[in-house]
């Protein structure tokens, strides 16, 4: 099972990434799970989504605790949350930022680390407000591109599903695939 | 068929449209979820004929769906937690009008301390109501037992209303694949509801009204009689259903891995699904080890408890919930079923992911390992009810 | 209604039309009205929360199987002309 853990601020749409990520997953035949752990709901406040990928059935109803790949929707949330928390050895963290993924590495204390400037992807794609972005859609593509857990046409797909501006998010994805950068230089 | 990633709540909102439900009246504020959301975007986009009532309470949702349900409308409704709570005395009024209404409840928490996490108080509570109750580990179970249930419910012999759990957020909010039946399908397993007793201008009879002391008895005695003939009734439309879609839910209860088990765990909800996984590790390593979940509260499934009795050794019952005063409320269900039985394993009692807390593996492996351990040294300091991980500052920090 | 478990309907329904029961024998005092000075306002017909009252030509008619005898009738009367008399007189 490959277990995916987003860290967010209510209203920046983690728990629609979980989804997006997971319908994905389920596009190309996988069983999942998609769901939040919400503290108190409300805008900007720290949200946890969680997406569980395996091709048996996951009957595991628990939150995940030691996750393959950790997701930040917002890097402010680095010196808020304990992000990394139980991250596999091997597990990887994908971040939101302008960074550079060697020095962000470092700076979480973990082996691999990718990043994206998702905000700026979100503006480019008049994703949500100049202030209030929404990046979610961007990570994803981001997600695919650096884990190959799910390919792109899965992801586009899936954004192509959602009720609203499908088109705008399923470029911002692609968009994200293409600009994230991963640790290493790889 | 076809496959759609579904949260629990829009499960419920499916199986609502797949049984065409034709009155849901319902209270659209918190604690309410987005059942009833759903329910209404399914309505506006033309895949719902129903009439949806906007009421001001939990207490009027279940009073206008048994005023429905008397005129022959098929009635639905969906609550959480506080919600259910006020609707109880209707409860009771809808088991006693024999008002086959179907209620979907999102188990959480009662306050204060005020919580919106998945807790089983809410509907254990509703216990003695004369309502039927089924419970659910996933999305899947959701949606098909949204449709059995009004069949079983609006059986001739039965006329009772039926609850159907579904843990907050562990499914309420959790994405899954589950398999959307085909309509013509449910149509033809489940006909349309049309009660011998219906409340007619053109026929007018008296509902509801005064019976006196030498009658009232016979009333409940019926609701009794109705309640007990459910059991066969849930076990045949279970196999019928297995029969259309391949699901079996295992009628009264989901034993898994039971077989030649020697201890197993007991109880409701999302957390027993877990425990499966665990089993199947544990049987790995040689444990003979099982699960019994709970599906069905009301009627309680005496014959399946004491049919496990005959075999086990020990029985763990876990509670999401406790009734203040002794013990959870399966725990002591499953000890009063083995009073009057021949065989009585040993019994003891887990109170166990009360008000949302995470119940993971590595806790159901905890459980059976002090299950076997009690069984040869007894209950030691703790007692047969073990409120399991509670912060007592002893226990390490890694074990709750 | 039947009486055994075996006979009653799984719904508590009543199929008796409630004006087939007569409950008129529980009144104690039985309302008279003085035609003469009956004014044709209908309070008492308005009123009569048991519905025992018809419009006459004359004045109200009573429905002696189904008046309990209340006295309301009596009471809103504004030219007081309906009188309560015992039934055992």
Same mark, same amino acid.
């Given at each position: 099972m490959i277990e995916i853990r987003f860290h967010g601020r209510g209203g920046q749409g983690a728990v629609v990434a979980s989804k997006v990520l997971a319908d994905a997953a389920f596009r190309e035949n996988n069983d999942v799970q998609a769901f939040p752990y919400f503290g108190v709901e409300r805008r900007g406040a720290p949200v946890t989504a969680f997406t569980k990928i395996d091709d048996r059935h996951i009957r595991n109803k628990a939150m995940i605790y030691e996750p393959d790949y950790v997701i930040i929707l917002e890097a402010s949330l680095i010196s808020a949350v304990n992000v990394t928390e139980g991250l596999k050895d091997n597990g990887l963290v994908l971040v939101n930022t302008k960074d550079d993924p060697d020095?962000?590495?470092?700076?979480?204390?973990?082996k691999r680390a990718a990043c994206i400037d998702a905000t700026q992807v979100a503006i480019d794609n008049k994703l949500g407000s100049k202030f209030q972005p929404i990046v979610n859609t961007a990570i994803v593509g981001a997600f695919s591109s650096v884990?190959?857990?799910?390919?792109?046409?899965?992801?586009?797909? !899936?954004?192509? !599903?959602?009720p609203r501006y499908a088109e705008r998010n399923a470029q911002a994805a692609r968009d994200a695939y293409d600009q994230v950068r991963i640790s290493g230089g790889a | 068929?076809?496959?759609?990633?579904?949260?629990?709540?829009?499960?419920?909102?499916?199986?609502?449209?797949?049984?065409?439900?034709?009155?849901?009246?319902?209270?659209?504020?918190?604690?309410?979820?987005?059942?009833?959301?759903?329910?209404?975007?399914?309505?506006?986009?033309?895949?719902?004929?129903?009439?949806?009532?906007?009421?001001?309470?939990?207490?009027?949702?279940?009073?206008?769906?048994?005023?429905?349900?008397n005129t022959g409308a098929r009635a639905f409704t969906a609550t959480s937690s506080h919600g259910l709570a006020l609707m109880h005395e209707v409860l009771i009024w809808a088991a006693g009008a024999r008002t086959p209404v179907v209620v979907v409840n999102v188990n959480r928490a009662l306050g204060p301390p005020w919580s919106v996490w998945a807790d089983h108080q809410d509907a254990m509570a509703q216990r003695d109501t004369g309502i039927l109750q089924f419970w659910c580990e996933n999305n899947q179970e959701i949606l098909d037992t949204v449709i059995m249930a009004h069949k079983v419910a609006e059986d001739p012999d039965i006329m009772l209303p039926a609850l159907i759990n579904q843990d907050a957020f562990f499914l309420s909010h959790t994405s899954e694949p589950v398999d959307v039946p085909d309509q013509k399908m449910v149509d033809d397993f489940l006909p349309p509801f049309n009660p011998k007793e219906k409340l007619d201008v053109d026929d007018p009879k008296g509902f509801g009204s005064l019976v006196m002391p030498p009658q009232y008895m016979e009333f409940r005695a019926n609701m009794a009689r109705s309640m007990d003939r459910a059991r066969d009734l849930i076990r045949k439309v279970d196999k019928e259903w297995e029969g259309l879609t391949g699901r079996s839910y295992g009628g009264m209860m989901d034993m898994y891995r039971c077989e030649d088990a020697e201890s197993i765990l007991f109880g409701a909800g999302t957390m027993m699904s877990t425990a499966k996984d665990v089993v199947d590790d544990m049987r790995n390593e040689g444990r003979k080890v099982g699960i019994a979940r709970l599906r069905i509260f009301r009627p309680f499934p005496v014959d399946e408890i004491r049919y496990l009795a005959d075999s086990v050794k020990a029985i763990g019952v876990m509670d999401r919930t406790y009734t203040f005063g002794q013990g959870g409320p399966l725990y002591n269900e499953v000890n009063a079923q083995l009073y009057n039985h021949t065989n009585q394993p040993f019994t003891k009692n887990y109170v166990i992911g009360v008000g949302g807390r995470d119940v993971v593996p590595r806790h159901i492996r905890s459980l059976f390992d002090d299950l076997e351990k009690v069984r040869e040294?007894?209950?030691?300091e703790e007692g047969e009810i073990h409120w399991w991980g509670l912060l007592d500052g002893k226990t390490p920090r890694e074990e709750m | 209604m039947p009486g055994t478990i075996d006979e009653i309907p799984i719904t508590p329904i009543n199929t008796t039309n409630s004006t087939a029961v007569k409950t008129g024998g529980w009144r104690a005092f039985r309302p008279i009205c003085d035609t003469d000075k009956c004014i044709k306002c209908w309070?008492?017909?308005?009123?009569?929360?048991?519905?025992?009252?018809?419009?006459?030509?004359?004045?109200?008619?009573?429905?002696?199987?189904?008046?309990?005898g209340c006295g309301i009738c009596a009471n809103v009367c504004p030219v007081k002309c309906i009188e309560m008399i015992p039934e055992n007189k």
């Open positions: 020095e962000m590495a470092k700076r979480l204390g973990v884990s190959g857990v799910v390919k792109k046409e899965s992801v586009v797909n !899936a954004i192509l !599903a959602l | 068929m076809v496959k759609e990633l579904l949260t629990g709540n829009k499960a419920t909102a499916y199986g609502a449209m797949l049984a065409r439900a034709q009155v849901i009246p319902a209270y659209p504020i918190t604690p309410q979820t987005t059942i009833v959301e759903r329910i209404a975007d399914l309505i506006s986009e033309g895949r719902m004929e129903t009439k949806f009532v906007k009421v001001e309470s939990e207490h009027s949702a279940m009073a206008a769906a048994v005023a429905a349900s040294n007894g209950y030691g | 309070s008492c017909w308005k009123f009569c929360p048991d519905v025992s009252i018809a419009i006459g030509e004359d004045g109200p008619i009573y429905d002696y199987d189904h008046c309990k």
